[in-house]
């Protein structure tokens, strides 16, 4: 059975997320429906991150497989193992809308799978400090002026391994998990007006990342000092200076920018 990895840009405005749903566009459920219309066959697509709706991916990583490659006829079966990789990716994003994009496709060992053979998780966070005519759907335009040192040295407390039950929410689509995350390094910095906040880690928590950049903010505006904020990692129970439904940034900001592998 051929099994292909599948390099994927996408911007996630328009859909409710990278799972399918039922009654909602999804990223993956597009994918599948292109996928099976080029190879005229089922096909079964997994992702390595769940992104939520109207999140957006640079670097999206899935495997493709073909579920009952053994009872397609002979022509269909040669058809589907000669098709080039290139074909492939052309094929696909002709059937694509446009703001889905497939940047690659290469074969890959049969047990390949996309969530748990990764890694590693990259995700980018982009804040912008002024008024854009272009970027709305694409940034967090914060209004007030944000100390970018104090968030700096907030962002920086982040690495290491904590208890982030403070910035994150259930997920009802997965059984209860543990809220402990080993975060490999956490910056943020400037790039003309926008601020860049960009975490690595093996796997992140439901609304992880929006919680803590909107959290980053109240540090930056003033509202929350770097040792209150620091003090939610490492006692998680005490009251809490921040509201996390409040705090929780918006969407449109928020990229998968890259997954890890081994190889």
């Not at 009654?23 to 997994?46: D, Y």
């Not at 759907?137 to 002026?145: C, E, F, K, P, T």
């Not at 944000?146 to 997965?174: I, N, V, W, Y």
Request: hydrophobic residues 40%; charged residues 25%; contains cysteine.
């Amino acid at each position: 059975m051929r099994t292909l990895r599948l390099t994927i840009e996408y911007d996630g405005t328009r859909y409710s997320g990278w799972q399918e749903q039922t009654n909602a566009k999804s990223i993956s459920g597009e994918i599948r429906r292109a996928a099976e219309e080029f190879f005229e066959r089922p096909v079964e697509i997994g992702g390595a991150g769940r992104t939520d709706a109207g999140v957006h991916a640079l670097e999206q990583v899935a495997h493709l497989r073909f579920p009952r490659w053994g009872s397609s006829p002979p022509r269909i079966r040669e058809r589907l193992s000669n098709l080039a990789p290139r074909e492939i990716v052309h094929g696909i994003n002709d059937r694509l809308p446009s703001d889905i994009n497939l940047l690659a496709v290469a074969d890959t060992p049969p047990g390949f799978h996309a969530r748990h053979d990764a890694i590693s998780r990259s995700y980018l966070y982009r804040i912008s400090t002024r008024r854009s005519a272009f970027e709305k759907r694409h940034v967090w335009w914060v209004r007030d002026r944000l100390q970018l040192p104090a968030m700096a040295e907030a962002a920086a407390r982040l690495t290491g391994r904590h208890d982030f039950s403070a910035f994150c929410e259930r997920d009802p689509r997965r059984d209860e998990q543990s809220t402990i995350v080993h975060i490999d390094s956490a910056t943020i910095v400037r790039d003309d007006h926008l601020l860049l906040f960009r975490l690595v880690a093996s796997h992140f928590l439901w609304k992880m990342v929006r919680r803590l950049t909107g959290s980053l903010v109240e540090v930056g505006r003033g509202n929350v000092t770097v040792e209150q904020f620091a003090r939610l990692l490492d006692a998680p129970g005490e009251p809490n200076p921040l509201l996390p439904a409040k705090v929780t940034a918006p969407p449109s900001g928020l990229f998968l920018e890259r997954i890890g592998y081994r190889s």
